[in-house]
T-cell receptor, first 111, second 114 residues
Framework: SQQGEEDPQALSIQEGENATMNCSYK?????LQWYRQNSGRGLVHLIL?????REKHSGRLRVTLDTSKKSSSLLITASRAADTASYFC???????????FGQGTTLQVKP | DAMVIQNPRYQVTQFGKPVTLSCSQT?????MYWYQQKSSQAPKLLFH???????NEADTPDNFQSRRPNTSFCFLDIRSPGLGDAAMYLC?????????????FGPGTRLLVL
């Protein structure tokens, strides 16, 4: 079964607003990662948060991890039209050595 | 710049006609992955190489094969493409120790089966 579930599936906001995406997972993890995918392109790694971390920042990105709730959130502040993309969370499936991707959140930022 | 390169970016093939997709990397990473991604879906791991060790996912159809002649190159062979194999194919790499670490993706090859 799928490790990561994302919410919402689609999000549309105005430029300058903040965007929040959530990811839930089912089994214990070593880390959780977020990737961005522009339409028709490969995935680009955004940020990795380890299981012993609660919050991590990178530029306009803020990721939180709550291992007790098995959930993570990605916050993009002061969004730009260029942030329009699909965002995927990915977890290592226990100690199998694989990354399992969630279904993704499609973000549209309107200029 | 170090990167993951996929060729071609777009591939059209006929039903049942073998096709090969290629991936090369200048990152000198030990691990290389192939994913299949259908429209509006998550990438699905097909198989990966840890150096020369090949690891097939249990649900990857036999129709899909892979070769890794050296560290830099990895190929995905689809022996008899069906209409359901039309998808984006993504190659990725990571460092050993490795599976739980960042993966670096190529731009993908979009396969169309006629």
């Amino acid at each position: 079964s799928q490790q990561g579930e994302e919410d919402p599936q689609a999000l549309s906001i105005q430029e300058g607003e903040n965007a929040t995406m959530n990811c839930s997972y089912k089994t214990s993890i070593n880390n959780l990662q977020w990737y961005r995918q522009n339409s028709g392109r490969g995935l680009v790694h955004l940020i990795l948060i380890r299981s012993n971390e609660r919050e991590k920042h990178s530029g306009r990105l803020r990721v939180t991890l709550d291992t007790s709730k098995k959930s993570s959130s990605l916050l993009i502040t002061a969004s730009r039209a260029a942030d329009t993309a699909s965002y995927f969370c990915a977890t290592d499936a226990g100690n199998t050595g694989k990354l399992i991707f969630g279904q993704g959140t499609t973000l549209q930022v309107k200029p | 710049d170090a990167m993951v390169i996929q060729n071609p970016r777009y591939q059209v093939t006929q039903f049942g006609k073998p096709v090969t997709l290629s991936c090369s990397q200048t990152l000198n990473h030990n691990v290389m992955y192939w994913y299949q991604q259908k429209s509006s879906q998550a990438p699905k791991l097909l198989f990966h190489y840890y150096d020369k060790d090949f690891n097939n996912e249990a649900d990857t159809p036999d129709n899909f094969q892979s070769r890794r002649p050296n560290t830099s190159f990895c190929f995905l062979d689809i022996r008899s493409p069906g209409l359901g194999d039309a998808a984006m194919y993504l190659c990725a790499t990571s460092t050993p120790g490795g599976f739980q670490e960042t993966q670096y993706f190529g731009p993908g090859t979009r396969l169309l089966v006629l």
